[in-house]
């Protein structure tokens, strides 16, 4: 698959996700297969008022490509500045959120409440687009509600507007995150447009993920949760994709580095006191599963410093050795 002049192979992509692919996440992830990884998202209007943090979301690691920064807003003007900006960070394309359903997030009119906002919706893209020479795509739920399904008609819209993708979040924001997703959702939308579409929800595993590609005509698929402690998901996507055969998970000792190259990195990337607590819920993740992980994960809660963080993955895995442990 091509996203304008981008390619994106294997057609496995890391889904932006806020707390989550940062900088660290989105390395590792790629490390694992993910052809095309996006920043969380970015708030257009905190961004106008140079918050720091949204400065702090934008930053990409050098050398970081294919990578998409994602914005959030309503407003086509701040929206247009926002991509400016992105593209001035080094993005190989803007993507424009319109799938939050966070309360605070729709009840300024932004993400998925453009869903029900026609005019505003096109009016965003076409801004985006007119001000940038990198593609733009938008990411999106099906609808509000379903009473409303507008994704296939604003899909339809964005692309003449100019959006080089859309990705199709196969639920509505009245879902929240209700399982299952309806992948028929992106069939719908598969019909209007004829720029790549990028299938998402609920692909766990690599089966998932061609009966994803099958059913609905998508061209890729987008991964969010099944990622969490379990970056080799894209690796085990991209392998059964080239070869319908499938590849043993990793096993204690592989988790165990990844968790502490994780931690290290987001050590270097926000300091300890910020990225600890923000490791602990990355760090039982990728302790989980296994036979007595309970205690090690219940431990990731209450950690405060590196040194701490790496005694228990290390605990962790003289257990699972000890266990003779195997994942599948
Ligand atoms: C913790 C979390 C944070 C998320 N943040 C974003 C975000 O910043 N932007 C966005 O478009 N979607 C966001 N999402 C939605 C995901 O990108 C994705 O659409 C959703 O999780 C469904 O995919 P999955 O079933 O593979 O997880 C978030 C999801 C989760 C679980």
């Known amino acids: 698959m091509k996203i304008g002049e981008i390619v994106i192979d294997p057609p496995i992509l890391l889904a932006p996700m806020a707390g989550v692919s940062n ?16 920043t969380e998202m970015v708030n257009a209007t905190a961004l106008a008022h140079k918050s720091a943090k949204s400065y702090w979301l934008m930053e990409l690691d050098p050398g970081e490509a294919p990578v998409g920064i994602q914005i959030a807003g309503s407003d086509p003007d701040l929206m247009a500045q926002a991509a400016q900006q992105a593209e001035r960070h080094g993005a190989d394309l803007v993507d424009i959120n319109m799938g939050c359903p966070v309360k605070k997030i729709v009840n300024n009119g932004d993400g998925s409440a453009l869903l029900k906002d026609e005019d505003s919706a096109v ?16 990411k999106m739920r099906a609808g509000w509600d379903h009473d409303s399904i507008t994704a296939p008609r604003l899909a339809q819209l964005f692309e003449k507007a100019g959006a080089q993708a859309i990705t199709l979040h196969a639920r509505t924001r009245s879902d929240q995150y209700v399982r299952p997703a309806n992948w028929d959702f992106i069939r719908q939308v598969r019909e209007r447009i004829t720029i790549p579409l990028i299938g998402n929800g609920d692909v766990e595993t690599p089966e998932d993920a061609i009966r994803m590609l099958e059913t609905t005509g998508a061209d890729a698929v987008m991964v969010g949760r099944a990622s969490f402690g379990d970056p080799w998901i894209f690796r085990r996507i991209a392998h059964y994709l080239m070869t319908g055969e499938h590849l043993p998970p990793p096993d204690a000792y592989e988790r165990a580095r990844m968790a502490l190259w994780h931690l290290e ?17 990355q760090l ?45």
């Open 284 to 328: 039982a993740w990728y302790l989980k599963g296994t036979p007595g992980s309970a205690e090690f994960r219940k431990r990731t809660q209450t950690l405060k410093l590196k040194a701490e963080a790496e005694s228990l993955v290390h605990e962790w895995l003289d257990h699972a050795r000890n266990e003779e442990l195997t994942w599948t």
């Open 265 to 281: 990195r987001m050590v270097e990337i926000k300091g300890e006191a910020a990225a600890i607590p923000e490791m602990r819920k």
């Open 123 to 138: 009016a965003v893209v076409e801004a985006v687009v007119q001000a940038v020479k990198i593609p733009v795509t938008v």
């Open 23 to 38: 900088r660290a996440f989105r390395a590792i992830s790629r490390s694992q297969g993910a052809s095309l990884c996006t």
